[in-house]
């Protein structure tokens, strides 16, 4: 059985105080949810604030991205060692707005993915879809597509070391959010791509997260899905109160 997995993405937001603040509302609330493995990925420059704030706390903490090489010169990126040496259990990587805003290819992507693994990092990997996509009925073969190089060249050891979150990036940020066949669909056609590529032992054990929009509200009726084994969370993830509703509803 899949154990949920519900990450918090701060993505660009909040300043030292208010991520501080938020860490310590989530770590003394934490033991309440321990049903759910709990996530939170904060700017990299508060992760060790963060870290500090979450304590002795559950929760683990992730890097929003890091870059594929060890060391060198290449200005205002992260390695996965130096999320590693800032005790970072996770990273998120092929993020849509990594994607469509930075042009990351999912050859980038996979770079990354095999460079977090070989640092003991566990990617979050992300794929979806653009709304003129899905009208134009592409939805599977871009989630294919996505899934196929970002993780090229995996083992079957390395990818039951993975997480993937499936993103329609129509639903990102605009209050528009996956109806919960539509995101099952998604993720049941992911699991078969784990299952014919690796075996069906990764395919039962990787878990795929939705993203998009997720809330209190409308967590249950999507985490209630066979193949939905948790969430990356955006906005709602700022608040104590909403992303606590949203590990309730992952039980």
């Known amino acids: 059985m899949r154990r949920p997995f519900v990450a918090g993405n701060w993505k660009m937001n909040l300043n030292r105080a208010q991520a501080v603040e938020l860490?310590?509302?989530?770590?003394?609330?934490?033991?309440?949810?321990?049903?759910?493995?709990?996530?939170?990925?904060?700017?990299?420059?508060?992760?060790?604030?963060?870290r500090q704030s979450l304590g002795?706390?559950?929760?683990?903490?992730g890097g929003q991205n890091c870059y594929h090489e060890a060391k060198g010169a290449f200005?205002?990126?992260?390695?996965?060692?130096?999320?590693?040496?800032?005790?970072?259990?996770?990273?998120?990587?092929?993020?849509?707005?990594?994607?469509?805003?930075?042009?990351?290819?999912?050859?980038?992507?996979?770079?990354?993915?095999?460079?977090?693994?070989?640092?003991?990092?566990?990617?979050?990997?992300?794929?979806?879809?653009l709304l003129e996509e899905r009208k134009a009925g592409r939805t599977g073969t871009v989630v294919q597509e996505q899934f196929d190089?970002?993780?090229?060249?995996?083992?079957?050891?390395?990818?039951?070391?993975?997480?993937?979150?499936?993103?329609?990036?129509?639903?990102?940020?605009?209050?528009?959010?996956?109806?919960?066949?539509?995101?099952?669909?998604?993720?049941?056609?992911?699991?078969?791509?784990?299952?014919?590529?690796?075996?069906?032992?990764?395919a039962a054990s990787v878990r795929i997260q939705y993203g998009g929009s997720v809330t209190a509200e409308n967590a249950k009726t999507l985490l209630t899905q066979p193949n939905i084994d948790g969430a990356l969370v955006g906005g709602a993830s700022l608040k104590v109160d909403s992303f606590l509703g949203i590990l309730a509803a992952a039980k």
């Open 23 to 50: 860490a310590a509302g989530l770590a003394a609330k934490a033991g309440e949810h321990g049903h759910v493995e709990i996530g939170v990925c904060p700017p990299s420059i508060y992760l060790e604030a963060v």
């Open 56 to 61: 002795n706390s559950t929760i683990g903490l």
């Open 75 to 129: 200005t205002g990126e992260i390695s996965p060692a130096m999320l590693v040496d800032q005790k970072c259990k996770y990273v998120i990587l092929g993020h849509s707005e990594r994607r469509h805003i930075f042009k990351e290819t999912s050859q980038d992507v996979n770079k990354k993915v095999l460079a977090a693994l070989a640092a003991g990092l566990t990617p979050i990997v992300c794929v979806g879809e």
């Open 149 to 202: 190089g970002s993780l090229a060249g995996l083992t079957s050891d390395q990818a039951g070391k993975i997480v993937i979150a499936y993103e329609p990036v129509w639903a990102i940020g605009t209050g528009v959010v996956a109806t919960p066949e539509q995101a099952e669909e998604v993720h049941a056609d992911l699991r078969k791509l784990l299952e014919s590529r690796y075996n069906p032992a990764v």
